[in-house]
């Protein structure tokens, strides 16, 4: 027994680790009596994806050589600013349906072409598995954001969740480049020596641009739409508290 | 040369692919008009209401 005390004793040998204790100590007892005071104001949510949102803040301190710390803090306070600029200004309720349309349309005319090209409607690729997943965060927004009635609260919750949801955009993005994949880079050809490219030819661009430039007008259309929608949706309530409150 | 095969068909594939295009967004727009016919009922109901209380 007296061993097993004597074992549990070593790390307190050493002066690194008592200090780490202090210092483990005094950030506990500070960030306890914070954290209460954050949930009581029911942002515990946020106090979870800051948490998580400084992981990437270090990761860049890391290589660029920095200290962690400083990595953690920049990258915190961006993140609370975002989720701060999201909750009060942004429309993004309005985007994100039209995300959701455009995702589907890509997900589904995407096995369509794999069908001739790959012989297969569907593979476990990692764009296909990572565009579907954007897809499915998407909806699982709307959801979100369709099951609080509070107003305060479901601006806060969906700011958070968009700023986290918004991760799978760029990982989607670089998956084709990360991963071995079949789906082949267009944009950017990863190895200019590779035989055999899957860069675009004049007439694919031609293509590529001129749909990219009429899907854009669409969004930008639907999205107008969308937003004067909202608006008519908001004065109409408006008038029916003021009706109900006379 | 001689045993060269065209290209593969892919016209089916190419309607099918269009079709879902436009029946996605045509199903988008079809929601958004209905909503704003609903809103649009709702503010005559309301057009009502309020000259009733006034």
Known sequence: MTEFFQTLLIPFQYEYMVRAMWVSALIGGTCGFLSSFVTLKGWSLMGDALSHAVVPGVAVAYILGLPFSLGAFVAGLLAAGAMAFIKAKSRIREDATIGIVFTFINVVTGAIWARPIWNTWWTWDPRLVTATIMELIYIAYMMLRQGIDDPDRRARFSAVYGIVGFISVPITFASIRIFRTIHPVVVGSSDPTALGAFDMNAEMRVAFFFSLFTFTLIYITLLWYRLRLQQQKEKIEERKLRALST | ?54
């Open chain 2, 1 to 54: 040369m001689m045993f060269q095969e065209g290209p593969a068909d892919t016209l089916n594939y190419m309607i099918a692919g269009y079709a879902v295009i436009l029946g996605t967004i045509g199903l988008y727009i079809v929601s958004l008009i209905m909503r704003f016919r609903s809103l649009r009922q709702d503010d005559v109901l309301l057009d009502e209401i309020e000259a009733e209380q006034a």
